[in-house]
């Protein structure tokens, strides 16, 4: 069966708090993301916010979309456009195309309340069985094989 669905979340902050729980997550501390000094030395004058952090509440835009949670993403590609400054508000769009069990998701993040695109991208996902399903809260297999990240 086809889908083709969209929705656009309410706004999201990315705050410092946000920034320090990615860092601890991730591990990215770079002085660009962490360090006052530093961000306010760089050609943006401000820290600026990981790139990827909107990024991690994709899960809450797809669920109005998709519902369930038996969802693995085999691929995924995004664009960083403009920085996100920490405090700023943003939504992310999301556009269903494809088949039920293996939908295509155009996402965009915006400035929130704008159409201002900062970051955007696609994502393949596929259905997984319940029965083989990581259990609840694990974050077992969200990726079927380790993301390939570029520069």
């Known amino acids: 069966m086809d889908l083709q669905r969209s929705h656009t979340t309410g706004p999201l ?3 410092r708090a946000a920034m320090e729980r990615f860092a601890a997550f991730s591990g990215d501390r770079s002085p660009l993301h962490m360090d006052p000094g530093s961000g306010a030395r760089s050609q943006f004058a401000d820290n600026v916010v ?11 835009a797809l669920y109005p979309l998709l ?3 038996n ?3 085999t ?9 996100l400054f920490p405090g ?7 556009l269903t195309e494809g088949t039920e069990d293996a939908p295509n998701v155009e996402f965009r993040v ?4 704008t159409e201002h695109v900062v970051t955007r991208g696609r994502l393949a996902l596929q259905r997984v069985d319940p029965a083989h399903a ?18």
Request: glycine share 10%.
């Open 134 to 151: 990581p259990s609840e809260g694990t974050g077992a297999n969200l990726f079927a094989e380790p993301p390939v990240l570029s520069a």
């Open 75 to 83: 691929s995924i590609n995004a664009q960083f456009l403009k920085p």
């Open 88 to 94: 700023e508000q943003v939504q992310l769009a999301c």
């Open 50 to 60: 990981h790139g990827i952090l909107p990024l991690m509440y994709l899960p809450v």
């Open 110 to 113: 915006l400035r929130a309340g």
């Open 67 to 69: 519902g369930g949670t």
């Open 13 to 15: 902050v990315m705050d």
């Open 71 to 73: 969802w693995r993403i």
